[in-house]
């Protein structure tokens, strides 16, 4: 049946929707969203920016000092496809050094060797090929996001490690994260006191980024803006 006005779905029904369906996500080991992040990881969906996993943000004895943290990925069965074309070269490739190691243990031709090697070279070039081409469809999504922090640091000014960054990905398929530029191991070593302070302005910062994004989302432009 075609929507119309009257059919449509507002823009605060489609944001209770997907707040209800992400309030029943859960991770591998069963543990749903953090009350902390969840409303970041609504307002990037419903702007679609589709989101794979998250954080609140933690201070843990196991794992020190951990900032809040969003997971970006966009799929579709184009790229589902072409990463299991790319675990399939993979495989290849490694299948093939192992095979090297064996020959060159044994007495073969440097001729044999030289065409097993090229047929290596070649596999591990396809392989990473293939994963180009998962980075490039993420791309319009991570300039998507870029475009939002842009425009929310426009006139903002905060501590530089305070600041949200993408921390973008090349071993693999292009993953996006994005948090505090200092989330890494910058505060690992401090006092729990200085940690306890980073976590809270960390989770401020990323609130007032999810307000902006909000802001965009009820203004109905959201899915009007390119890079």
């Given at each position: ?15 209770d ?8 996500v859960?991770?591998r ?21 589709p ?9 843990d004895?196991?794992?020190g ?7 970006i ?6 790229v ?20 090297l ?24 070039q396809?392989?990473h ?18 475009y939002?922090?842009?425009?929310f640091?426009?006139?903002?000014v905060?501590?530089f490690d ?12 292009g ?27 960390y ?25």
């Amino acid at each position: 049946m075609e929507e119309t006005p009257a059919t449509k779905p507002s823009l605060q029904q489609i944001w209770d929707d997907s707040a209800e369906y992400f309030a029943h996500v859960t991770d591998r080991l069963g543990k749903p969203i953090e009350p902390e992040i969840m409303e970041t990881v609504v307002a990037l969906n419903v702007l679609g920016i589709p989101t794979t996993m998250s954080c609140g943000g933690h201070l843990d004895e196991h794992r020190g000092f951990v900032a809040p943290w969003v997971d970006i990925w966009w799929s579709n069965a184009v790229v589902e496809h072409l990463k299991e074309e790319t675990g399939q070269k993979r495989q290849q490739a490694e299948t093939l050094d192992q095979e090297l190691a064996r020959l060159r243990q044994a007495s073969v031709l440097q001729e044999d060797l030289r065409a097993l090697q090229q047929k290596r070279y070649n596999a591990y070039q396809e392989m990473h090929a293939l994963r180009r081409q998962v980075r490039l469809l993420q791309c319009p999504t991570r300039q998507k996001l870029a475009y939002y922090l842009a425009q929310f640091y426009q006139s903002r000014v905060v501590p530089f490690d305070q600041r949200l960054i993408l921390n973008v990905s090349t071993a693999g398929f292009g993953h996006t994260r994005l948090l505090s530029q200092g989330a890494g191991d910058l505060y690992l070593d401090a006092a729990s006191g200085v940690q306890q302070h980073k976590l809270n302005d960390y989770r401020q910062e990323m609130q007032a980024f999810t307000d902006f994004l909000k802001a965009i989302y009820f203004s109905g432009t959201g899915e009007e803006t390119t890079m």
